[in-house]
Every structure is written in structure tokens, then in C-alpha cells.
T-cell receptor, first 116, second 115 residues
Framework: KAGVTQTPRYLIKTRGQQVTLSCSPI?????VSWYQQTPGQGLQFLFE???????NKGNFPGRFSGRQFSNSRSEMNVSTLELGDSALYLC???????????????FGEGSRLTVL | AQKVTQAQTEISVVEKEDVTLDCVYETRDTTYYLFWYKQPPSGELVFLIR??????QNEISGRYSWNFQKSTSSFNFTITASQVVDSAVYFCALELTGGGNKLTFGTGTQLKVEL
């Protein structure tokens, strides 16, 4: 079956702009998580959505937001971009059958954002 | 707060050698999950194993094996008879039970397997 699809794969923005990244989970998966990966901070959890509700959030400023649609597709938005936002943004999906189920995560290949 | 330490930044081995990747974790919670993920150059993280904190039984899957020791808070990963295709960055991660897929990752170990 098709894996997790993230778009766009690469993008370049300038400081102050905003960006929207998209993630299509594996069919049937209802949980979508977002992670930021940078050389300095490593992999950090941004937030997780399940059935259109954000049920967990990491320690990121309010400039980072997300949402999930009824078809489980998710978007994340970063406003007022800063140089430090340059990173690989990874989306992961899982079944998430129980409210707090810990499931195997399936990751996409990521969206690489460069902020100039 | 949780913490995962992978002290080995980079390991280089020759094909067919065995290699062990170390992982040490810190948490005050008594129930948690531990994970290993592989990240090839393409970027996506590939799930390798999940281990429940109540299950200290070691596991073997083909050339891969995992040694979970609660007494030392370690969850080490061994690749037997390494192959060039094993070259990747390997991440150890921890999630508290009820954590809603919020994983705390280590900094990763870059494994290079050469001919």
C-alpha cells in the first residue's frame, strides 16, 4: 500500500514568510505526528493529531501550527519564518486506534525547508 | 523529563563485522516504550523495533538483535554480519505510555559499512 506522502519535498523561503506543508497518511491511519529534524537539535516532536484533534504538542512557539482534515490528511504551518526554522520536517502516521495507543510510526521522506 | 543518549556519533566497520549500537535512556516513569529507527539517505525513518518496559526479553530478527536491560537503562542494538546496505543513521527513541506518539529521540549513530 502507498506510504506516507509529504509535499513539497523541497522548498526555499525567506525570513518573515510563512509556509504550509502537507502530509497524506497511509490509508486507514488516523494519527498523524510531525517532527522537526535539524543538525543542532536533532529530532523533535512538534504535535500529533488524531481524528482532527490535536492531542499532544511539543515545545515549539505558536508560530508552528497544524491541523488535520476529516480524511486524516494533515497540514502544518509555520508563520514568520526564521533562519532557525530551516530543517527537515517529517510526518508520521499510525493507526492510533485507542486514544493513547502507542503504535508503530510510518514516516514520510520529509519536506526540506530552507529559510534564507 | 525524558532523555535518550546515543554516545556513538559515528561507527565505521568492514562488511561482515558485527556492530553494536548503544542506547541509554532516562525516565522517571515506570511504563514506557523503547524504539529503534533507521534513517537511510532518502530521509524517511524506518521502524525497526518497539519494546515495552515490562518486557525485558531480548529479541532477534534475522541479523538484528536487541538487548534491553532495565537495570542499566540500556537498549542496545546489534547487527550481525553487517552489510553495506546497513549504512544509515540509527535512532533510539523513548515514549511514555499514553504519550500519543510523542517520541524522544537520541541524537543518532551514523553507521558506515565498507567493503
Amino acid at each position: 500500500k502507498a506510504g506516507v506522502t509529504q509535499t513539497p519535498r523541497y522548498l526555499i523561503k525567506t525570513r518573515g514568510q510563512q509556509v504550509t506543508l502537507s502530509c497524506s497518511p497511509i490509508s486507514g491511519h488516523r494519527s498523524v505526528s510531525w517532527y522537526q529534524q535539524t543538525p543542532g537539535q536533532g529530532l523533535q516532536f512538534l504535535f500529533e493529531y488524531f481524528s482532527e484533534t490535536q492531542r499532544n504538542k511539543g515545545n515549539f512557539p505558536g508560530r508552528f501550527s497544524g491541523r488535520q482534515f476529516s480524511n486524516s490528511r494533515s497540514e502544518m504551518n509555520v508563520s514568520t519564518l526564521e533562519l532557525g526554522d530551516s530543517a527537515l520536517y517529517l510526518c508520521a502516521s499510525s493507526l492510533g486506534l485507542a486514544e493513547w495507543n502507542t503504535g508503530e510510526l510510518f514516516f514520510g521522506e520529509g519536506s526540506r525547508l530552507t529559510v534564507l | 523529563a525524558q532523555k535518550v543518549t546515543q554516545a556513538q556519533t559515528e561507527i565505521s566497520v568492514v562488511e561482515k563485522e558485527d556492530v553494536t549500537l548503544d542506547c541509554v535512556y532516562e525516565t522517571r516513569d515506570t511504563t514506557y516504550y523503547l524504539f529503534w529507527y533507521k534513517q537511510p539517505p532518502s530521509g524517511e525513518l524506518v521502524f525497526l523495533i518497539r519494546r515495552n518496559s515490562f518486557d525485558e526479553q531480548n529479541e532477534i530478527s534475522g541479523r538484528y538483535s536487541w538487548n534491553f536491560q532495565k537495570s542499566t537503562s540500556s537498549f542496545n542494538f546489534t547487527i550481525t554480519a553487517s552489510q553495506v546496505v546497513d549504512s544509515a543513521v540509527y535512532f533510539c527513541a523513548l515514549e511514555l505510555t499514553g504519550g500519543g506518539n510523542k517520541l524522544t529521540f537520541g541524537t543518532g549513530t551514523q553507521l558506515k559499512v565498507e567493503l
